[in-house]
């Protein structure tokens, strides 16, 4: 599978700053990359596809102004979450969807998640 | 109603026990399954990937697929205490972009 991973693991940032994570898949080039926010004792929520090239897709009610999305390269997605609030901490986890080279056997790899705290 | 059903637990069971975690789902466009363990403070780790009815076994797991009934099973064998995590079964539709809907996870403690 893919080797995915992610900067910063844990982050600490006040309320009104910018909070920027990295996403890299490791060994395999990836022109979608996906990111999900997890809250405790919840299961995955998905916010985004980060698309190679083009503008990210946003799920219903995700703000994109908010959650600014950039693939820079086939093995990069950022997300950077603009003027921070509390609300927004979160576990936040992107995946690298792969092709088993067999009809529909397309899966995600995921990395291995940044905790954000907003203060 | 949700699309992808699964009992949060907690459930606790002893080292060695046949451990059984299941999801239900609503929506025959559901034609991919998966099932992900995912430690405290990790991101998800794919254990399982199944697309047809009936089982398949990779060592001490075995992941088990009904679609008539919209069901799926994850199977533990002689579980330890390393099997301790939530699991997470995932779904995706043909043609849906690659993008998966998840239960909720089930919390997953195997006692020594």
């Known amino acids: 599978g893919a080797v995915v991973s992610q900067h910063p693991s844990w982050v600490i940032c006040k309320s009104g700053t910018s909070v920027k994570i990295e996403c890299r898949s490791l060994d395999f080039q990836a022109t979608t990359m996906f990111w999900y926010r997890q809250f405790p004792k919840q299961s995955l929520m998905l916010m985004a596809t980060?698309?190679?090239?083009?503008?990210?897709?946003?799920e219903q009610g995700v703000e994109k102004d908010k959650f600014l999305i950039n693939h820079a390269s086939l093995t990069l997605s950022t997300l950077t979450v603009t003027s921070a609030h509390p609300e927004d901490s979160s576990f936040y986890i992107c995946s690298v969807p792969t092709s088993g080279g067999q009809r529909g056997t397309d899966t995600q790899y995921f990395g291995p998640g940044t905790r954000l705290t907003v203060l | 109603q949700k699309e992808v059903e699964q009992d949060p637990g907690p459930l606790s069971v002893p080292e060695g026990a046949i451990v059984s975690l299941n999801c239900t789902y609503s929506n025959s466009a559901f034609q991919y399954f998966m099932w992900y363990r995912q430690y405290s403070r990790k991101g998800p780790e794919l254990l399982m990937y199944t697309y047809s009815s009936g089982n398949k076994e990779d060592g001490r797991f075995t992941a088990q697929v009904d679609k008539s009934s919209k069901y799926i099973s994850l199977f533990i064998r002689d579980s330890q205490p390393s099997d301790s995590a939530t699991y997470l079964c995932?779904?995706?539709?043909?043609?849906?972009?690659?993008?998966?809907?998840f239960g909720s996870g089930t919390q997953l403690t195997v006692l020594p």
């Open positions: 995932a779904m995706r539709k043909r043609g849906s972009a690659r993008q998966l809907t």
């Open positions: 980060s698309n190679e090239g083009s503008k990210a897709t946003y």
